[in-house]
């Protein structure tokens, strides 16, 4: 079955504490991206992936980083978590990266940050 | 860069009545535009997309209309259902920078009361 995926699906920690959260895709899909699902604020991209290696920030990278050493993986690091990125996180992928492909979203991940 | 506004974030209707959404976007250069559904607890799924090149564009009760001139695009929701309450969010994307950025309006609720 063709998904993308993301573990843990919740998480609560504490400030400071580093941690990952993974996204997996089987598809093949060339473009990844982060989005962080906040009240009120919709949709807002943190980091993208155009292809291996290929990684740029979007709109609010502030405290994320992200890899992308494999095409189907692509890891979104908090180094050193604080409350306000407590927050609803959607991992999502497309074919290629123009021509209006639709983006397929992950399950998404509920972090809270203490 | 891109700016999309969405109203209105909320939108009570009967079952049966017509439903519609609304989104403006700031960037001309803009020229695919979404629509994706949220249901509570899911994932964002799309259910219709427009390219710039075409005004109108239907699939089975849901429409969504383009107006480049004034920067505007439109949900159309005709007939609606109880399973049609969720979270609608528009987005926009310039699809001339050789990269998928999407970015998304605020989101509106909308709830179909039977």
């Known amino acids: 079955e063709a998904q993308v995926t993301q573990n843990p699906r919740y998480l609560i920690t504490v400030t400071g504490k580093k941690l990952t959260v993974t996204c997996s895709q089987n598809m093949n899909h060339e473009y990844m991206s982060w989005y962080r699902q906040d009240p009120g604020l919709g949709l807002r991209q943190i980091y993208y992936?155009?292809?291996?290696?290929?990684?740029d920030k979007g709109d609010v990278p502030e405290g994320y980083k992200v890899s992308r050493k494999e095409k189907r993986n692509f890891p979104l690091i908090l180094e050193s978590p604080s409350p306000n990125q407590t927050s609803l996180y959607f991992c999502?992928?497309?074919?290629?990266?123009?021509?209006?492909?639709?983006?397929?979203f992950g399950p998404g991940t509920r972090l809270t940050v203490l | 860069g891109e700016n999309v506004e969405q109203h209105p974030s909320t939108l009570s209707v009967q079952e049966g009545d017509s439903a519609v959404i609304k989104c403006t976007y700031s960037?001309?250069?803009?020229?695919?535009f979404p629509w994706y559904k949220q249901e509570l607890g899911k994932r964002p799924q799309l259910i219709i997309d427009i390219r710039s090149n075409v005004g109108e564009k239907k699939d089975q009760r849901i429409a969504v209309t383009l107006n480049k001139t004034a920067k505007h695009f439109s949900l159309h929701i005709t007939e609606t259902q109880p399973e049609d309450s969720a979270v609608y969010f528009c987005a926009a994307r310039d699809l001339n920078t050789g990269f998928q950025k999407l970015v998304f309006g605020t989101g509106t609720r909308l709830l179909v009361s039977p």
């Open positions: 999502a992928s497309s074919l290629s990266t123009g021509g209006g492909d639709t983006q397929y």
């Open positions: 992936s155009m292809n291996v290696e290929v990684t």
């Open positions: 960037d001309s250069a803009s020229n695919y």
